[in-house]
């Protein structure tokens, strides 16, 4: 949760009419009604995201169960992608040299 946090710092923070929801505390162990809230958001399995509409029904739903969940706007979830898209990307190989050069022969 802490990286999310972190990650959110680094995001300016704008109205956007989407809101992407990703469930990052487990379901066993709560309540009847955080799970009926979490069933009805589409939030099955933990990190799995789901786009909803910025309506207050949903706002409400969220409000219920935000110990539970993170909520980006698009532009956050867009840059969030992109910073992992970046890592994953393939780099150069690390070539390493294991043949020492000859020592030179001073005669002087």
Same mark, same amino acid.
């Given at each position: ?54 309506? =207050?029904?949903?706002r ?32 150069? =190989? ?5 043949v020492? =050069? =000859? ?6």
């Amino acid at each position: 949760m802490n990286a999310f946090k972190a990650f959110k710092a680094c995001v300016p923070v704008a109205w956007s009419p989407n809101l992407y929801i990703t469930l990052v505390r487990g379901i066993p162990g709560t309540r009847r009604l955080h799970r009926r809230t979490l069933e009805a958001l589409r939030l099955r399995k933990c990190n799995r995201t789901v786009m909803r509409w910025n309506t =207050p029904t949903v706002r409400g739903m969220l409000q219920q169960v935000k110990r539970l969940v993170v909520i980006e706007t698009e532009e956050m979830y867009k840059a969030r992608k992109l910073k992992e898209t970046n890592h994953r990307a393939l780099r150069p =190989p690390l070539v390493i040299n294991h043949v020492l =050069p =000859p020592p030179a022969n001073d005669s002087s």
